[in-house]
C-alpha cells in the first residue's frame, strides 16, 4: 500500500513540476488582463522549443504518467471503501488529464509548433491567428492539467488524513475494551459481584420463609377459634 502510495505523489509531482515549468510562458498570456504581440511571441517561442524536444523525453512522460494510473488503479481494485472512493476520484482526474493533454495539448505541439519559430527574426511581421489562438489555448490547457493532478494530491492527502483517524479510534477501541477487562479480573470488582450474586440469592429464600410463618400463624388461629380441627403435633412440627 505504502509504495502504491508513494509511486502516485511521486508521479503526480513529477507532472505537475513539467506543467509548473510552462509558467513561463503562459503566465504572459493567461494570468494578465492584457497581453501584448510581443508575449504571444515569447510564449510561441517557447512552445516551438518545447516541442522539439527528442522524442524520448516524450516516452519518459508518458512512462512515469502510466506507473501513476496503474498504482491507482491496483489500489482501486483491492476493494476497500476508502480506496474505492479516494483513487477512484484520483483516477479520474488522471483520465480528465490524459484526455485534455492528448486531444488538446499534444495536437497543437505536433501542428503549430513543431516547426522552428525565431521570435527575433519576425518581429515586424504580425503573428496569425493560427499562432495567436493556439498559443492561449495551450495556456488553459496547462491549467485544467495542473488543477486536476493538484486534486489527486489532495485527495492523497486526505486518505492519508482518514486512514490516520479511523486507526485512532481502532486504538481507543482496543484500550477501552482491555481497560474495562482489567477492571473486571480486579480483586474488588470480583468481591462485588460476588456479593451481588449472594443478595439475589437470598432475596427468594426471605420471602419463602416470611410465607410459610404466614400461613402458620393463619392455621393456629384458626384452630384456636375452632373453624378448623387442630392438626397434629407431628404434621405442626413438621410445617
Known sequence: MGLRVAAVIVSTSFLLGILFTHWIADSRTLWQATFTEADIRAAAAYYSIFASLPVSMAW???GIASIGAAALWASLND???GNIMFDGASLFLYGCTFAVYGWSVVPSLNEVFKKPFIPSD???VPLSESVKQPTIDL???HLVCSVALTGV????AGRWWAEGEEKFEAEEEERNYRRSLRLDSSPRRRRTVESDTEEDHSVPTTRSNGLRKSISSRR???ERNGKIPPTSSRYRKLS
Open 60 to 62: 519518459v512522460m508518458i
Open 79 to 81: 476493494g476497500n471503501t
Open 122 to 124: 519576425l518581429v515586424e
Open 139 to 141: 495556456a488553459s490547457s
Open 153 to 156: 494530491l489532495v485527495l492523497q
Open 220 to 222: 393456629n388461629k384458626e
